[in-house]
């Protein structure tokens, strides 16, 4: 049985005092710190890691990270290791973000880099994949998919290491989502992908989550798709009430 995920994203959104949000989930859940229970994952910017962590300590919420440097420490301006993610308190942390894909360039073997530097520091990773608008118009999405996971997972995945976020592009912050059926193809594809490489048992533990638009009125529905174990929320991560409700929907 996998244990249902709910991640938020929060991006570069989020001064001290939407550190109350984190709380006020905390307590609305504060009964759902179970295994039985959906997992609450909130990724604020880096500056709110250590705090957040701090004020959820002993809660349902578990703080994540949003990206990570493939090194430990060194020469890098500007970044953040997992060694450091760690150290604040979180025990997840995103890659390959579609924005950080586009943005920065980052290829999925610089993801698979980080990734290993990630779970060398006992961070989960979330590798997120998915495909652009155009590569869905013209019949290219399994090949995208296959070749982002292919590329972007280390060996050794595991369960306990590697969750998958399956992001179409152009999902992302537009209101508009996949058909159910879509979702399902793709969903089906990664988990038959990860059992041929990594075996039955661990291609059968790692969580696929569902990312783009995901909202408290379409997440109980994308949920009940076969391989969908919550979900990577983006801006309706943002207010504790609309998270909430979300993580209520996955909760079923
Ligand atoms: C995301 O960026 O990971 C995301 C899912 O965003 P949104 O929910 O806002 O579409």
């Avoid at 594809?189 to 039955?200: H, N, S």
């Amino acid at each position: 049985m996998r244990r249902k995920l709910a991640a938020g994203n929060w991006k570069m959104n989020g001064l001290g005092a939407a550190l109350d949000e984190a709380t006020s989930l905390a307590e609305s859940h504060a009964n759902t710190a179970t295994e039985a229970a959906t997992e609450i994952v909130l990724c604020p910017p880096a500056t709110l890691v250590r705090e957040m962590a701090r004020r959820c300590q002993g809660t349902a919420v578990v703080v994540g990270g949003q990206d990570c440097h493939e090194a430990a420490s060194g020469a890098h301006t500007g970044d953040i290791s997992a060694e450091m993610l760690a150290d604040a308190g979180a025990k997840y942390v995103i890659l390959g973000h579609s924005e950080r894909r586009a943005a920065y360039g980052e290829s999925s073997d610089l993801v698979r880099h980080k990734a290993r530097r990630a779970w060398q520091a006992g961070l989960r990773t979330i590798i997120c994949i998915g495909e652009s608008e155009d590569q869905r118009q013209t019949g290219k999405t399994l090949d995208v998919i296959g070749e982002q996971l292919a590329e972007s997972v280390p060996h050794n995945a595991s369960g306990e290491t590697l969750v998958i976020a399956y992001e179409p592009i152009w999902a992302i912050g537009t209101g508009r989502i996949p058909t159910l059926d879509d979702i399902g193809e793709v969903h089906e594809f990664i988990r038959a992908q990860l059992k041929a490489r990594f075996g039955g048992d661990a291609g059968d533990a790692v969580r696929l989550l569902y990312g783009g638009s995901m909202k408290p009125d379409n997440a109980a529905e994308i949920v009940r798709v076969a391989n969908v174990d919550g979900g990577l929320v983006g801006g309706a991560s943002l207010k504790a009430a609309d998270f909430g409700r979300i993580i209520d929907a996955i909760n079923g």
